[in-house]
Every structure is written in C-alpha cells, then in structure tokens.
C-alpha cells in the first residue's frame, strides 16, 4: 500500500499518532522536500520517526514517481507532506499513478497552512481564493495573482497568498549547459510579498485605474505557522513591506470585508492599532 501522510507544520512530534504507525511499518519511506518545510531538518525525524527517510525532489516526484511506487503492492510505502498530502496538486499525480498500477493508497490528514491560518482571527469560511505569489525577475513579472485578489475582495472574502520557495532551482546557464549546479534555496517573505503588491498598485495607477487594493488596505503576515516561534503581524500593506517577521516560512492574507470579530482578533497582532481601525472601518460590517 501507498501511505500519503500528512505532517503537519511544526516539527516531528506534529505528525498524528495514526501516521506515526503508518511510517513505522513501512519499508521505505520518502520526504518531499520542495513545496513546503518543516522547523526541523530530516535528522530530527528519522530519530523521532525511527526510520530511515528518502528525500523526494520536485524531479523525483514528477519524473521518477514510478521509484517511489516500486513494489508498493507489495510492500508498504509512505510519502510524507508537510502539511496536509492535498496541499499540493503533484500529490494528485502520484496516488492516479498508483491507482492505474493497481496499488490501494490511504491518506492520513494533517493540519496545513490552509486551516491553520485560523490562528489569526479570520474565520476560515471568509476566505475566497488561495493565490500563490511568485518571486519576480528582471523579465518577468506576472501580475494575474492580483486580480484574484482583486475579485476575492470585491466580494468581501479574505485572500491568503502562499508565498513563493524556491529549492534546488538552476541557474538558467547552468540549465542550458545541463550543469547540475543549484541555487542557494530562496523562500519569499512578506516584505517582498508586500512590495510586488505595492509595484502592481502603482503600475495600475499609471495605466488610470484606481485598484481595489491599496496602500491601506489591511493585511496580515504570519510566519512559521504551528512552530513554537510562530508570528503575526497584522497592519496596511505599506506596514507589511517592513514589518519583520523573522525566518520562514512566511504566508500573508490581503482582508476582504471583516466582522467586528474579526477586527477584535487582528487588533491582537497589529503593528498601529489606530492605523488598523481606521483602514478597516469602511470594510467591516
């Protein structure tokens, strides 16, 4: 059997105790390793886990998943997620893969980065689309994210945004050359989430428009969600490109119209709480 297994998002003792007896049993066991970390590296969950672990690249999932299900009906397999197995649409591939070698698969949830941004006081059944915010280069700068946060918020719903991660990417040069040589990882934080907003709003100025998110718009950035060290800061957009946060990983959510619940929470984890009322007023009912 394939075991997709969930491991939460702080550190090896958040895997649940179902998973723990999924991983024990298992002959081998992988570690995907490229849309989302853990505050603990693979050492402190082999010793916790008491298992060896096989990491698990975006270039073995995708192009060698066929590895990962060898003799998986045989034999017991897991490939643990950090967060929730679903978080990520790759993970879809892998259990049709399994599905049409005839290998039955079971999935052991977890708490992920979408149910756990609760944690700041947005209710969760107020959240429109998720988007992902990809790091920017001197060539290309997509602004598609935006209008999905433009139209989540015109219908009064909250955004979260995940945040781009960047793990074992090449160079372009060294990718025409067929070099494997990797980049340092790269994972984005919510100043510079908050700037490539802050770049669109100004772009979309000078093309005439008045954009449904601005400079005072209220936002909250959070970083190392479920970890012992977790941080929340809630304020304008202008006060999410400086806020510091600390190391990642970072997500942010851009407010649609808010319950006065709502604004009571943020009010817990704002950076000027006269600056947050007074920008939230006009969205909150």
Same mark, same amino acid.
């Given at each position: ?5 969930? &491991?939460? $998002? ?9 998973? $723990? ?22 050492? !402190? ?5 008491? @298992?060896?672990?096989? &990491? ?16 998986? =009906?045989?034999?017991?397999? !897991? ?5 929730? %197995? ?7 591939? &892998? ?8 290998? %039955? ?18 209710? $969760? ?15 290309? *700068? ?8 433009? *139209? ?13 991660? @960047? ?16 980049? +340092? +990882? ?7 989430? !908050?700037?490539?907003? #802050? ?6 100025? #000078?093309?005439?428009?008045? +954009? ?9 950035? &959070?970083?190392?969600?479920? !970890? %012992? ?30 319950? %006065? ?10 950076? =000027?709480?006269? @600056? ?10």
């Amino acid at each position: 059997m394939l075991y997709l297994v969930g &491991l939460g $998002l702080g550190d090896a003792k958040d895997i649940t105790v179902k998973g $723990l007896e999924a991983v024990r049993r298992c002959r081998r066991v992988y570690l995907e390793a490229y849309t989302s970390v853990l505050t603990v590296g693979k050492e !402190a969950l082999e010793e916790f886990y008491g @298992k060896e672990l096989i &990491l698990a690249d975006r270039e073995t999932v995708e192009q060698e998943a066929d590895s990962i299900l060898e003799d998986a =009906d045989v034999c017991d397999v !897991a490939f643990l997620v950090v967060g929730d %197995p679903f978080g990520a649409t790759t993970h879809s591939d &892998l259990v049709l893969r399994a599905v049409s070698l005839g290998i %039955p698969y079971r999935v052991i949830h977890n708490a992920s980065i979408m149910n756990a941004v609760g944690c700041c006081g947005l209710q $969760l059944y107020n959240f429109g689309e998720t988007v992902s915010i990809v790091f920017w280069t001197d060539t290309w *700068k997509p602004e598609s994210f935006f209008d999905k946060i433009k *139209k989540n918020r015109q219908n009064g719903m909250h955004t979260l945004c995940l945040l781009d991660i @960047k793990v074992k990417e090449q160079s372009l040069e060294n990718l025409m050359k067929g070099r494997k040589i990797y980049e +340092p +990882p790269r994972y984005m934080s919510v100043n510079q989430a !908050a700037e490539q907003l #802050l770049a669109i709003i100004q772009n979309r100025r #000078l093309q005439g428009e008045e +954009p449904e998110i601005t400079e005072n718009t209220i936002c909250v950035g &959070l970083a190392r969600v479920g !970890a %012992p060290d977790q941080k929340i800061a809630s304020g304008t957009l202008h006060q999410m490109a400086t806020v510091e946060l600390g190391g990642p990983l970072h997500s942010m959510i851009v407010t649609g119209t808010m319950h %006065p619940l709502e604004l009571e929470m943020l009010k817990l984890f704002s950076v =000027d709480s006269s @600056k947050l009322e007074n920008n939230a007023f006009q969205k909150t009912t």
